[in-house]
């Protein structure tokens, strides 16, 4: 296409049309709606606030602030020291001492604690003299670990329940009944499918105890310590354990 063709499409102006002002509002009229809504329904109706929230003022910027959960340092830092004696509340958190009762509670856990390292350390040292007393493998004698951790799996869906139920300290004397049937078939020399079902009376007891245990220590003051403490006399009772077999 020549140029003097194209240019018979293309019109030059040398000044701008002036712009159009004052047009009549466009009202769009449809079946549903044939007019404009009543003041009304403009008040009851609220159009979009329902969906999209009260809208903003577009001429003013909200600042978006993002918000981290303070520290344990900084929620003591910002403890307010100010307070008068009335204001103050009351509350009762236990300790080892306060109520006097724990003090018992927390030896007889102690006690346990050695008594379940002694438990785990001679399973393994006696794992030899197993293998001569049954005459099975290596690998069958592993029969009474699998068995003691199913035990302890088993107890964790009616740990609660029972616990709700008995009260904790009836629920501790269950944890030891079921760990002295455990015991009870082992010092009666069974046959070795009996050994590997008294391990699992071990476990269940075991993790009964554990589970219940440590969920009391550490809601008392300072229960990471005393919770500590106790797994510490748990590490420190294999040592003895070698020297009673020996």
Request: with cysteine; aromatic share 8%; glycine share 8%.
């Amino acid at each position: 296409m020549s140029v003097p063709i194209l240019g018979a499409f293309i019109t030059h102006e040398s000044k701008p049309s002036k712009p159009v002002s004052g047009l009549p509002p466009v009202l769009h009229r449809d079946q549903v709606s044939i007019g404009q809504p009543t003041e009304y329904e403009l008040d009851e109706l609220r159009w979009g606030e329902r969906l999209n929230g009260p809208k903003a003022n577009p001429g003013a910027s909200t600042p978006i602030k993002q918000t981290f959960s303070p520290s344990q340092e900084e929620l003591e830092s910002n403890y307010d020291t100010s307070l008068n004696r009335e204001q103050a509340v009351d509350v009762f958190i236990p300790s080892a001492s306060n109520p006097p009762r724990n003090r018992w509670r927390l030896a007889a856990a102690g006690v346990m604690f050695l008594l379940l390292g002694i438990n785990d350390a001679a399973t393994g040292a006696l794992i030899p003299y197993l293998e001569k007393e049954y005459g099975v493998s290596y690998g069958v004698v592993s029969l009474i670990f699998i068995s003691n951790a199913i035990g302890f799996i088993s107890v964790v869906p009616v740990c609660q329940m029972v616990e709700g139920k008995i009260g904790r300290a009836l629920s501790c004397v269950v944890a030891a009944c079921l760990m002295s049937i455990g015991y009870i078939a082992l010092v009666c020399a069974p046959p070795f499918p009996v050994v590997v079902l008294s391990f699992y009376f071990l476990g269940s007891g075991m993790g009964f105890f554990l589970a219940m245990t440590n969920a009391f220590m550490v809601n008392l003051m300072r229960g990471t310590v005393i919770l500590g403490s106790m797994h510490g006399l748990y590490g420190v009772s294999p040592l003895r354990s070698q020297s009673l077999l020996l």
